[in-house]
């Protein structure tokens, strides 16, 4: 029965290669999108394991091999043409992508020929790894390149191919300013191709985005762009069929089509696959338009006020673990005390204790220069996997609120939902869809039954010279940080340039006012710095230079290295915290050693790390009085295991957060659905 799923699987795999490429069209309609598909368990069962034991046929090494020979044995005739031979070249290529499709002796040749400009436009010529990346993204996959490989350079391969074709390319990564960086960077090859690029970024006008989607391949973050689909769908959904909007346009002076942002959802490239797809899943997308919130701001106040009069244990307690906060019988005989006098919703038992329950949560589980940042007078969130600020994310059921209550700052008041998704339902909406990472192969289990993504690990252009040191734990947290900046006084002496990393924007100034009163000069790159980021990367890997940032997942900017610090053995990464993810571990020692460079890593870790704290108090309390004189655990194996199974069960706490909003997203689906409304 298996061998059968594992054929009926090729052969629909054959049948969509068969199909018309992605666009706007008879095929798709005006607005292509993949409707939503109900598997049986069954089915999903038999993906599963028919995904874990076959291979995917753009893992094929000798296909590979077959493929970039077909590639560079194009290079020697491409050389020798003019400038207006390789137009007509290129035009000949394009004819040929649009009306044969992406076979893979025509994808060679296409290949061949993006390569070719980019060389004379750019003066970098792809390298195989490049070509193989490319060639598993444009089959619909996700290429595990490693940190320093060039993925910005390799997505223009299956960009510019799928472009030359006709599908309208959504090129997806993680903030506005990658965005601008890269469509800058590449267009010039775009361009020698004869096609159009746009970017979209925070705060552009609806004119200028509909502009920049309109163009061949548009440069956008994944959030300003399932955004801009739920405003397409806020218009979509007052038609019933795609006949009814079709004959819409015949009569009305500005019709519906004219007011649509995107071509539909044809084909999307997502870098940075595993933060997108993974850790930024857990949040939905909500679009909302501001409320009255008179009253709401005083209920907020007076929630702030009552928690703050109920006292630790005794009325409440903390599970650091599930990050949750219970009252006792106690707390709450005692909240109806405090309450006795107070009006509205104050004299209901249960909104009550929720309120109050909401409002010991922003006082004790949400810590400033952890999970959110005060700039001017206002709370910012801080990703915890990128370390960056989410200027437009703000928490849900009056978190927020009461958060900037806490910290003095004027209320921003609640919002109405006007449409919401989740980027598990968002992506799969996607005719084709492809991305690229350096960290996919932890989570591929979960790309495959989620997403429907086969992860292919790419080689590396040169072999990898990087070393991985054995972790170290201590005790408290006193001596870790003694230990750090013995490390970094001591490689620092070697001439090595050095990145540190924290896991927090606290954590971070911490440890830059130690190297201050050590006398080291040295740099910080955390939330509060975001707009000098690149400058800061960018000085990173010079000699003796000392960098402390927070999580490095995503920053897009390759830490170069002079001579000199080559010679004294290249860039030396530490790590001060375990992540919430083993990916982000790797994010970060994968700044060092990239392409064949010398590089070492190593993690200095403490059984008083939040991390762990969280998960065993108790159990670090005893093994932290087996040491020896420097406080360093024993036995080290113990340890590494407690931080390994502390991260795992991260992970899961986070893979059953992203399942329960799929879940709810099925479940809301099958509601609205019922009631002719599918958002």
């Known amino acids: 029965m298996l061998n059968a799923v594992i054929k009926s699987r090729m052969t629909l795999a054959a049948a969509e290669a068969r199909e018309p490429l992605p666009h706007p069209g008879v ?20 993906a599963g394991i028919t995904r874990r034991v076959s291979k995917p046929q753009a893992a094929d090494k000798k296909q590979w091999h077959r493929f970039t020979q077909r590639v560079a044995a194009m290079d020697g005739p491409l050389s020798k043409l003019s400038e207006r031979g390789l137009d007509n070249w290129i035009l000949d290529i394009k004819r040929k992508l649009r009306h044969k499709g992406l076979s893979e002796e025509i994808t060679a040749r296409a290949f061949a020929t993006i390569r070719e400009v980019a060389g004379r436009e750019l003066g970098m010529k792809h390298f195989d790894s490049q070509l193989i990346g490319g060639w598993v993204m444009l089959q619909g996959m996700i290429a595990e390149m490693q940190t320093g490989e060039g993925k910005t350079l390799t997505a223009t391969l299956p960009a510019s191919c799928a472009a030359m074709a006709g599908m309208p390319v959504h090129v997806v990564t993680v903030n506005d300013y990658l965005v601008e960086r890269d469509a800058k960077l590449m267009q010039p090859v775009y361009q020698r191709l004869g096609l159009t690029v746009g970017c979209v970024i925070e705060g552009m006008e609806q004119d200028e985005r509909k502009h920049a989607y309109n163009c061949d391949i548009t440069y956008c973050t994944s959030k300003q762009l399932a955004f801009d689909y739920l405003r397409d769908r806020l218009i979509l959904k007052k038609f019933h069929s795609s006949l009814e909007f079709k004959l819409e346009s015949l009569y009305s002076s500005k019709p519906a089509s004219e007011q649509l942002l995107l071509r539909g959802l044809n084909y999307a490239i997502v870098d940075e696959a595993d933060s997108v797809f993974i850790d930024e899943a857990r949040t939905p997308l909500i679009l909302s338009c501001k409320t009255d919130n008179t009253q709401q701001e005083a209920v907020h106040r007076e929630a702030i006020w009552l928690a703050r009069q109920l006292k630790a244990e005794k009325d409440y307690s903390i599970d650091q673990k599930a990050r949750r906060v219970e009252l006792t019988q ?45 700039d001017d007078s206002k709370i910012y969130i801080i990703d915890e996997n990128t370390g960056r600020t989410m200027p437009d994310r703000s928490w849900e059921a009056g978190l927020h609120q009461m958060i900037e209550e806490k910290e003095g700052c004027e209320q921003t008041g609640q919002t109405e939902t006007l449409a919401r998704i ?62 750090i900046i013995d490390s970094i006084q001591r490689e620092h002496a070697l001439g090595r340039p050095l ?12 440890l830059s006012e130690m190297l201050t009163n050590g006398g080291l000069q040295h740099q910080v790159l955390n939330a509060k710095q975001d707009k000098e980021e690149a400058d800061i990367v960018a000085r990173a890997g010079q000699q003796g230079q000392i960098t402390v940032a927070t999580n490095m997942a995503g920053r897009g900017t390759d830490i170069k290295l ?47 790390d939040d991390f762990i704290v969280q998960r065993f108090a108790g159990f670090a309390k005893v093994m932290a009085t087996v040491t020896d004189g420097t406080l ?48």
Not at 27 to 46: I, M, N, S, T, V
Not at 340 to 346: I, R
Not at 499 to 510: I, M, N, P
């Open 27 to 46: 095929y798709y309609g005006a607005y292509p999108f993949r409707p939503e598909q109900d598997k049986a368990w069954l089915e999903e069962w038999f």
């Open 330 to 374: 106690y707390g709450k005989d005692n909240l109806t005390e405090l309450a006795d006098l107070m009006s509205g919703v104050w004299k209901g038992v249960r909104r009550r204790n929720a309120l109050v329950q909401q409002a010991l949560t922003a006082l004790h589980l949400y810590d400033r220069d952890v999970h959110y940042m005060v």
């Open 422 to 483: 989740s980027y598990q339902t968002f992506f799969k909406r996607y005719i084709r869809l492809s991305g690229m990472t350096g960290t996919a192969q932890e989570v591929r289990t979960e790309l495959g039954k989620v997403y429907g993504l086969d992860c292919v690990a790419v080689p590396t252009n040169k072999p990898v010279q990087r070393i991985i040191r054995p972790e170290i734990i201590y005790a408290n947290s006193d001596a870790k940080w003694r230990a």
């Open 499 to 510: 990145l540190v990393g924290t896991r927090t924007v606290k954590d971070s100034e911490l």
């Open 562 to 608: 002079d001579a000199t610090s080559l010679e004294a053995g290249g860039l030396h990464v530490i790590g001060c915290e375990k992540n919430i993810s083993a990916r982000i571990d790797r994010q970060l020692a994968g700044r060092c050693g990239r392409q064949g460079d010398p590089g070492s890593y190593e993690a200095i870790l403490s059984l008083e």
């Open 632 to 679: 360093v655990v024993r036995p080290q194996w113990l340890g590494r295991r407690l931080m390994a199974v502390a991260q795992t069960m991260s992970e899961y706490s986070h893979r059953q957060i992203r399942n329960a909003m799929m879940k709810v997203d099925k479940k809301r689906e099958a509601m609205l659905a019922f009631s002719g409304n599918s958002e």
